[in-house]
């Protein structure tokens, strides 16, 4: 079924097109608040946050839009309001819990090969995970779209609503602040060796 | 601006290929005799692979649940009378109730009337009191600044070194 049969289907109040529609995006939207968030239990509050409002915003979508990039839009404002209204003064992220770690070794498969690699590359994904903390939240969103979920510089423009030049440039920002982080963090593990 | 901070602001196009021959040329040339940003670059690459390699992971079967569930239609009039029963109204509610009381209680006394005259007097009294407390007030107002005249004139007249003016003598 295409995707605008589903949203035509979910306004008209069928459940299994809403279904359809949970089971096509949760994960997409799950895996975004969990990497802004930093933490299982406040992306699982957020990811349901950002389904009811998808379904009380449903009514006023355009259907000459890409809703993907509708849809990626109204989470993003969901995160930034979430994150303006609590300030989440938590300074650390959660730890990966095991998910994490399956999901990791069954993508890259290096730990088996060669374990001091995965070890390092392991040490790499620890400090980026705590340095994207320390991004401003439309930084951190813009980080997350395109170096984590691998969306185009344009697609990315496309949900944060802004220019194509701006988002590269604060995507560029945010790689190289979260490269001093990495090359400080080593520098001082190697320091302390 | 400095050498390394010019370079910084390149790196990121530098690692994605899309500077041109002449500042890919300049980067390079830095990179070979700047360890500092060699060692940057080196990160910066690491970092990016590292972002890439970031893996989904699935939502809890619970959470799945929970999302596919159809949520309830809004209901503007509950979430309106739910606001009006928020716990931090309770004081504002608790005294509107007993001003409410106090003055449905005045309007159906028999005795309205001698309560107005009462509530009137007590008016008059409270203004008349409060004129009493200005007059006084001015009149302490005034002696205090009689008195500090008097002490200004006392210690004018006071000569501690015993000298004689020679409009004195």
């Not at chain 2, 309106?80 to 001003?99: H, K, N, W």
């Not at chain 2, 009381?101 to 309007?107: K, N, P, R």
């Not at chain 2, 009149?139 to 006071?158: E, H, P, Q, R, Y």
Request: hydrophobic content about 45%.
């Amino acid at each position: 079924m295409e995707l605008e049969a589903i949203i035509r289907d979910c306004l008209d109040g069928n459940e299994g097109a809403w279904h359809m529609l949970v089971d096509l995006y949760a994960k997409k939207i799950f895996n975004m608040a969990y990497q802004f968030a930093g933490s299982v239990p406040e992306a699982e509050d957020l990811t349901q946050d950002i389904f009811l409002k998808l379904h009380h915003a449903l009514p006023k979508y355009d259907f000459g839009k890409n809703f993907t990039a509708w849809f990626l839009t109204l989470a993003k404002n969901a995160l930034i309001d979430e994150y303006r209204r609590t300030k989440w003064e938590k300074k650390q992220r959660d730890e990966f819990d095991d998910r994490f770690y399956a999901a990791a070794s069954a993508t890259t498969g290096l730990a088996a090969d060669d374990p001091e690699r995965g070890l390092a590359e392991e040490e790499t994904r620890r400090i980026l995970w705590a340095g994207l903390n320390a991004l401003p939240p439309d930084m951190r969103l813009a980080i997350i779209l395109k170096e984590i979920q691998g969306k185009k510089y344009e697609e990315v423009a496309d949900i944060l609503g802004l220019p194509v030049g701006t988002v590269k440039s604060r995507i560029n920002r945010g790689r190289l602040q979260l490269a001093k982080i990495l090359k400080d963090r080593k520098e001082s593990a190697h320091d302390a060796l | 601006m400095t050498p390394c901070e010019r370079i910084e602001g390149l790196l990121a196009s530098y690692v994605d290929g899309e500077l041109g021959p002449d500042e890919k040329a300049l980067v390079e040339a830095h990179l070979a005799a700047c360890l500092e940003c060699a060692a940057l670059a080196a990160c910066l690459k690491s970092a990016d692979a590292a972002l890439a390699a970031f893996p989904d992971i699935q939502p809890a079967p619970a959470l799945m649940q929970k999302l596919r569930a159809v949520p309830a239609p809004r209901r503007r009039f509950r979430l309106s009378f739910d606001a009006l029963l928020r716990p931090s109204l309770q004081p504002v509610f608790a005294v509107a109730t007993i001003l409410a009381v106090g003055f449905s209680l005045y309007m159906a006394s028999p005795d309205k009337k001698r309560i107005d005259q009462a509530i009137n007097r007590q008016i008059h009294l409270g203004y008349s009191a409060f004129e009493k407390l200005t007059a006084r007030a001015g009149a302490l107002t005034d002696s205090l600044g009689a008195a500090a005249d008097n002490l200004f004139v006392s210690l004018g007249k006071i000569n501690p070194l015993g000298k004689t003016d020679a409009s004195d003598r």
